[in-house]
């Protein structure tokens, strides 16, 4: 082979070059493990960590991880979500068109609030100090002059309060005496909450977003992998209910039932000019 041949088939080689995984005829390695040795032996919150992070975690690791997925596998059909993978498959699509549909619109409003407080978390983490009331007091007033008075993470528009949050900070301070985790971002998730309500005069109680974003802070995952992780879950309910949707045989089904008509709000019957 010519030393320009070489070199073009070095870069073919290269052009997707990855750490992750190494196949061959009869082989396949996951960050250096033969599969067959996975297989039965970890996890898949196990998998995740080793896909992602690139070591086994240990099992304090992986419970906590593994506590998080289980909390936020779905949160009912009126999520917009769920819903759309609902009514998707009513149209005749099959289920990874429906759970397509419906991850689609997990973006920054419906899906990324657990992003955006792993975000805070980490800028109060970053901005130090001695006193972390005061730095979280400094902090959140310079996000909310930025960003507006909506914190990602705290207050529920259906929970007074969100019944995971507590079982899981549980499970983050055993973690945290076992060593596993440092238990900081425990503190300034507390912080927070407290902070809001030196703000408010009233209770705005952290909900499943704020729980999982100090979890997977803790765990030392980079906030962009939060939203990552959080869609890794609840494709478990998407999945769920696209399945028990497809199995009603319904056809077309919308938002509402066609007895509760929407409000049109438009001009009032009007004629067409003849002359045009």
């Known amino acids: 082979m010519s030393d320009e041949s070489q070199s073009l088939s070095d870069k073919v080689r290269a052009w997707w070059d990855t750490q992750i995984i190494d196949i ?6 996951v960050r250096g493990y033969p599969i067959q040795e996975l297989i039965g032996r970890v996890s898949f919150p196990d998998m995740i960590w080793l896909m992602i992070r690139g070591e086994l975690p240990s099992r304090a690791q992986s419970d906590l991880l593994e506590a998080a997925l289980v909390a936020s596998v779905d949160h009912g059909p009126h999520a917009p979500s769920i819903s759309i993978a609902r009514m998707a498959i009513t149209c005749g699509i099959d289920l990874n068109n429906a759970m397509a549909s419906a991850i689609n619109v997990l973006g920054d409003t419906h899906g990324g ?64 005496s076992e060593g596993a985790v440092s238990g900081v971002y425990a503190r ?23 729980i999982t974003a100090l979890i997977f802070c803790e ?50 019957q009007r004629a067409l000019d003849p002359d045009r």
Request: proline share 10%; aromatic share 6%.
């Open 24 to 29: 061959h005829p009869g082989k396949i390695g």
């Open 113 to 176: 609030p657990g992003q955006q407080c792993m975000e805070l978390y980490e800028e109060i983490r970053a901005a130090g100090g001695d006193d972390l009331t005061a730095t979280t007091d400094r902090v959140l007033a310079d996000y909310i002059a930025r960003n507006g008075k909506i914190i990602p993470g705290f207050g529920h528009r259906f929970h007074p309060v969100d019944p995971r949050v507590e079982p899981l900070f549980s499970l983050v301070g055993k973690a945290a």
């Open 219 to 268: 765990l030392g995952f980079a906030p962009p992998m939060g939203r990552g992780l959080f869609i890794l879950s609840r494709s478990v309910g998407i999945l769920a209910h696209a399945w028990e949707q497809a199995q009603r045989g319904e056809r077309i089904k919308g938002p509402m039932p066609k007895e509760i008509p929407y409000t049109y709000s438009g001009p009032a």
């Open 188 to 210: 300034i998730g507390r912080e927070v909450q407290a902070a809001l309500l030196r703000r408010t005069g009233k209770p705005i109680p952290m909900n499943i977003d704020g």
